[in-house]
Every structure is written in C-alpha cells, then in structure tokens.
C-alpha cells in the first residue's frame, strides 16, 4: 500500500503558475503509475494527467493539455504538477492517487483511498 499526501495548492491569478507536489509513503512508488485528479465544487472528480511508472509515458485531459505538465522523481518518491496560464475553471480541488499501470488509472480504479486533496484557487 502507499500514502500519497498532495500539496501545493494556494490562490493564484488568471494566467499564472503553480506546482503542486504529490509525496509518498511506501516502498512500492517507483512501480506505481500516478496520476492526477480535480473535483470543482458541485461536480464529480475528473482525470486531470497521469504519469507511468518511469515516467517515460504521460496522459493529459484534453482541458489542461499544453499547459499542465506532469513529472516524476522515483528518488524522492514525489510527484509534481507544472500548471501554467492557469484559468479560473481549473479551480479545484487536486488530488493525486496511484493505479498499477497508466493504462487502468481512473477515478474509479485507483489503489488505496483519496487523501484530503490540494486546493487551487484561480482568480479572474
């Protein structure tokens, strides 16, 4: 089993950036495909990117593709998400969550349970 903790989030201008970090606990990281998530208020947890266990292959929503970029260090078993010209509709919860291959990673097969999530606030 592995604990993933999301941090990161914060209040941030329209067109502005930010990096939200997903940590882990556990010794299975490196063989976890990981991937993130967004809940607005009022709507249901949608697929936001994922990333492969050596991270040589990433998937994005077609909503955040060409300014979200998802990366990985197995080293320091942390995830991280680059979110550039941000808009006020990815105002959101973020949540990051592990699946066993890149293939099968979505809300409703993910390994473990959610953790409390990072809030993003993008202002107009």
């Known amino acids: 089993q592995v604990q993933l903790v999301e941090s990161g989030g914060g209040l941030v201008q329209a067109g502005g950036s930010q990096r939200l970090s997903c940590a882990a606990a556990?010794?299975?990281?490196?063989?976890?495909?990981i991937g993130w998530f967004r809940q607005a208020p009022g709507k249901e947890r949608v697929f936001v990117a994922a990333i492969s266990r050596g991270g040589e292959i990433t998937r994005y929503a077609d909503s955040v593709k060409g300014r979200f970029t998802i990366s990985r260090d197995n080293a320091k078993n942390t995830v991280y998400l680059q979110m550039n010209s941000l808009k006020p509709e990815d105002t959101a919860v973020y949540y990051c969550a592990a699946a066993p291959i890149i293939a099968t990673m979505t809300a409703g097969s993910i390994i473990g349970s959610w953790g409390q999530g990072t809030q993003v606030t993008v202002s107009s």
């Open positions: 556990g010794r299975t990281f490196s063989s976890l495909a």
